[in-house]
């Protein structure tokens, strides 16, 4: 039976299912699941197994236990990363999306979105192809590439999506009430201006979009394709200048 010795032998799809395996609570059942994954062989073949022979088998792949390697390629076949810099309004937003619903499950998802063909124009500039495909029709497309190679793109965007959130953190309305207050029985004024700024945060992105749309939704592409730094600069100057 063979197993990997590293992550650099897991492929995208093998990394997400290993990860969906430790929600498996049974101690024994779970190794012998992730033994099973790794070595693709069925884990009924495994079941007979006594405790020493799968603990022996564990020292083996211990890789599993840490992060694949965040040096990811930046290049790979006809695709490669777009800056985070540049950055479409809509490409953060289903960014955001993907992120907010668990990152490795929506890991191919993610790799879509940042993963691009490419093409220098006549000037000689590095142009991307636009934003105008799902990345529900295109994540299969990035299951079979090496986990190592596009894992880094993960912790690259939450630190740069931390530093975003700092410089406009105005412009987020994110205020958590103190658990102290509420405990404490709330008027009918109070319960109705918590329902409102649950509506807030929960439509946040559909309202800031039907903003910068003027309410015309017929404009609703022309927003999602702004530059995300320019539109949340000049967001920040109409705040601070009450324009």
Known sequence: MHLPKSWSEIDVL???????????????????EILSALA?????????????EVSAMLKDITFINSEPSKNYKRDIDKWKV????KLTCGEFIDLEYFFANDYIKHLC???????????????????FEPYEFSPFDRHELFDEYCINDIYGIIPEYLSFRQDFMDKYHLLFNEEESDEEEEDKPMTSEESKAQAEQKSAVKWGWERLLYSLCNEDLTKFK????LPLILTFNMLSMKKELNL
């Open 40 to 52: 693709g062989v069925s884990s009924d073949e495994l079941e007979d197994l006594d405790v020493s």
């Open 109 to 127: 998802h993610i790799a879509s979105i940042l993963y691009r063909q490419h093409h220098i124009d006549q000037w000689g500039e590095l142009t």
């Open 222 to 225: 022309q927003v999602t394709d």
């Open 82 to 85: 777009k800056p985070l810099s």
């Open 14 to 32: 093998q990394f997400k299912e290993i990860r969906e395996l430790y929600s498996i609570e049974e101690v024994f059942a779970r190794e012998v």
